[in-house]
């Protein structure tokens, strides 16, 4: 991810091949992710109603013509799965809303997609807690959580690929102009006219490279 910004006005639609390829492959797999968690859920709790919901973490051994037993999650069990998503889907919003960052999209919509991953993302992970001390939201607020938070690894994925491949096509045929890169990571300022804040100056293409020799530059 540094790699693409520190390129001065790389945007995902001036990648190369392999990039192309690469980014294409990781985030297909994202989808593919999105689909198996939502099976993963609908199998484990028996579908995506609050009963279901509930029934995910308080069990339904009481129930004695239930098809099929749920055990109730102990509270270790609970953290066991907050612990194992906390990190892995936390890595995987910030991936993909860095890859989005690299679109034409405004500040406003991309600012509003890492927004509702992440809060969505404590939704899920605060939710099982609710369940297990019957909070009357807990089933509401689980199944928002997940929604939204498959939404935007959904919505972010597409816009990457979109951009990929079919964006630049659209616009030529519309006779649009290619957007501009992002802003950079370091504005320039008066204070630091090279824009980062360690000192070091943006390099400029037209500029002479300071070590090749004299008679060259």
Same mark, same amino acid.
């Given at each position: 991810?540094?790699?693409?910004?520190?390129?001065? @006005?790389?945007?995902?639609?001036?990648?190369?091949? !392999?990039?192309?390829?690469?980014?294409?492959?990781?985030?297909?797999? %994202?989808?593919?992710?999105?689909?198996?968690?939502?099976?993963?859920? !609908?199998?484990? $709790?028996?579908?995506?109603? !609050?009963?279901?919901?509930?029934?995910?973490?308080? @069990?339904?051994?009481? =129930?004695?013509?239930?098809?099929?037993?749920?055990?109730?999650?102990?509270?270790?069990?609970?953290?066991? +799965? %907050?612990?194992?998503? /906390?990190? $892995?889907?936390?890595?995987? *919003?910030?991936?993909?809303?860095? *890859?989005?960052?690299?679109? #034409?999209?405004?500040?406003? #919509? &991309? /600012?509003?997609?890492?927004?509702?991953?992440? @809060? $969505?993302?404590? *939704?899920?992970?605060?939710?099982?807690?609710?369940?297990?001390?019957?909070?009357?939201?807990?089933?509401?607020?689980?199944? +928002?959580?997940?929604?939204?938070? *498959?939404?935007?690894?959904?919505?972010?994925?597409?816009?990457?690929?979109?951009?990929?491949?079919?964006?630049?096509?659209?616009? &030529? &045929?519309? @006779?649009?102009?290619?957007?501009?890169? #992002? =802003?950079?990571?370091?504005?320039?300022?008066? =204070?630091?006219?090279?824009?980062?804040?360690?000192?070091?100056?943006? !390099?400029?293409? =037209?500029?002479?490279?300071? $070590?090749?020799?004299?008679? /060259?530059?």
């Amino acid at each position: 991810m540094t790699r693409f910004f520190k390129q001065s @006005g790389f945007t995902l639609a001036r990648a190369n091949p !392999s990039t192309r390829v690469l980014l294409t492959l990781f985030l297909c797999t %994202v989808l593919a992710g999105c689909l198996v968690a939502l099976l993963q859920y !609908s199998g484990k $709790s028996g579908g995506f109603s !609050s009963d279901d919901a509930l029934r995910w973490i308080e @069990g339904n051994e009481q =129930d004695y013509e239930a098809e099929e037993i749920y055990p109730q999650k102990s509270p270790r069990e609970i953290l066991a +799965i %907050v612990h194992d998503h /906390i990190f $892995s889907l936390a890595l995987l *919003l910030f991936v993909v809303l860095h *890859l989005v960052e690299l679109t #034409p999209w405004a500040e406003t #919509p &991309k /600012i509003s997609l890492s927004l509702i991953g992440y @809060g $969505s993302l404590a *939704l899920s992970l605060l939710s099982p807690w609710g369940l297990h001390w019957q909070w009357p939201f807990a089933p509401l607020t689980l199944r +928002i959580g997940g929604a939204g938070l *498959l939404l935007v690894l959904a919505t972010g994925s597409l816009a990457c690929l979109d951009e990929l491949w079919w964006a630049t096509r659209r616009r &030529k &045929k519309t @006779g649009k102009k290619e957007p501009a890169a #992002p =802003d950079p990571l370091f504005p320039r300022n008066r =204070d630091n006219p090279g824009g980062c804040p360690l000192g070091h100056t943006e !390099s400029n293409p =037209d500029d002479p490279d300071p $070590s090749a020799p004299d008679e /060259i530059r």
